[in-house]
């Protein structure tokens, strides 16, 4: 069974950092592209940043310079290291692997960035 669980999420002040991380399982991880996307409440999922199997990365113009993405193909997780959070960040985070025609998707983990 495929499975993405993400973590890291929480309250955090803006300025403050988090790290979230995706542990994935039942996947050879090293071929699927690894991406993170958001929801803020009303809107639509975005995507923030995506690793490609190769370790290219892309992101979001709205967070470049404030996060990186990352992937540890030994331990099947991919991180996403915020920076300098806004309240604007708050959002679900939801991980995703991608594969030619598979795709699957974590539970997401919420952060709040607010005093």
């Known amino acids: 069974q495929v499975q993405l669980v993400e973590s890291g999420g929480g309250l955090v002040q803006p300025g403050g950092s988090l790290r979230l991380s995706c542990a994935a399982s039942?996947?050879?991880?090293?071929?699927?592209?690894m991406g993170w996307y958001r929801q803020a409440p009303g809107k639509q999922r975005e995507l923030v940043a995506v690793?490609?199997?190769?370790?290219?990365?892309n992101y979001a113009d709205s967070v470049n310079n404030r996060f990186t993405i990352s992937r540890d193909n030994a331990k099947n997780t991919v991180y996403l290291q915020m920076d300098s959070l806004k309240p604007e960040d708050t959002a679900v985070y939801y991980c995703?692997?991608?594969?030619?025609?598979?795709?699957?998707w974590g539970q997401g983990t919420s952060v709040t960035v607010s005093e």
């Open positions: 039942g996947i050879i991880f090293s071929i699927y592209n």
């Open positions: 995703n692997a991608e594969w030619y025609s598979s795709t699957y």
């Open positions: 690793i490609t199997s190769g370790g290219s990365t």
